[in-house]
């Protein structure tokens, strides 16, 4: 089975660009999480989604976030506009349940010049 | 707040040595999972202990539960030069999320 799938894998683009990140979960999966990891935080989580509906936004950084899902096989993230301390991977999760084990994608590592 | 905090934040042993891992948490838990995450990859997966557990055994990990105390140990056995890697715990707290430590960078050397 394929896993969770995320695209671009790397990303370096300037200050004040739109950045969108994709993932793609696992089939089957409800639930849908975005993480950013960081030397310094660790790995925070952003959003989280069931069923395709947005359920806690609560740690998205900024107005400058979005995330949507808009079917059960796609989601996005997207900051607008960028800037240089938004420079962290990006990693998608998705699970059957909540509580269950997260699968994760391989990350989008952003680099914001 | 991190949930799950984990001990050492590093840790370098020679191939064949045990190598074990603590994570303490603070609140009740439904379950508690471990996850490895190689360099440049996402996190994986490795294993699940409910509450209600008190060890559990999935090759050559072993995962032990102290809910009376808060913490869990990972031992990996017999390690190997490839089970390099950051190594994370992850509370479920029952709010449909996990929470997630800073890990333990483990480092196995031939």
């Known amino acids: 089975d394929a896993g969770v799938i995320q695209s671009p894998r790397h990303e370096v683009t300037e200050m004040g660009q739109e950045v969108t990140l994709r993932c793609k979960p696992i089939?089957?999966?409800?639930?849908l999480f975005w993480y950013r990891q960081t030397m310094m935080r660790g790995l925070e989580l952003l959003i989280y989604?069931?069923?395709?509906?947005?359920?806690?936004d609560s740690g998205m950084p900024e107005d400058r976030f979005s995330a949507k899902m808009p079917n059960a096989s796609f989601s996005t993230l997207k900051i607008q506009p960028s800037e240089p301390r938004d420079s962290a991977v990006y990693f998608c999760a998705s699970s059957l349940n909540q509580g269950q084990p997260q699968h994760f994608g391989d990350g989008t590592r952003l680099s914001i010049l | 707040s991190q949930q799950g905090e984990e001990d050492p934040q590093a840790l370098s042993i020679q191939e064949g040595e045990n190598a074990t891992m603590n994570c303490s948490y603070k609140t009740s838990i439904n379950n508690l999972q471990w996850y490895r995450q190689n360099s440049g990859r996402g996190l994986v997966h490795l294993i699940l202990i409910r509450s209600n557990e008190r060890e559990k055994h999935s090759g050559r990990l072993r995962v032990t539960l102290d809910t009376s105390k808060k913490s869990s140990s990972l031992l990996i056995t017999a390690s190997r030069a490839a089970d390099t890697a950051s190594y994370f715990c992850a509370t479920d707290a029952g709010y449909s999320t996990l929470t997630f430590g800073k890990g333990t960078m483990l480092l196995v050397s031939p």
């Open positions: 989604f069931n069923n395709n509906v947005p359920i806690d």
């Open positions: 089939s089957g999966h409800d639930y």
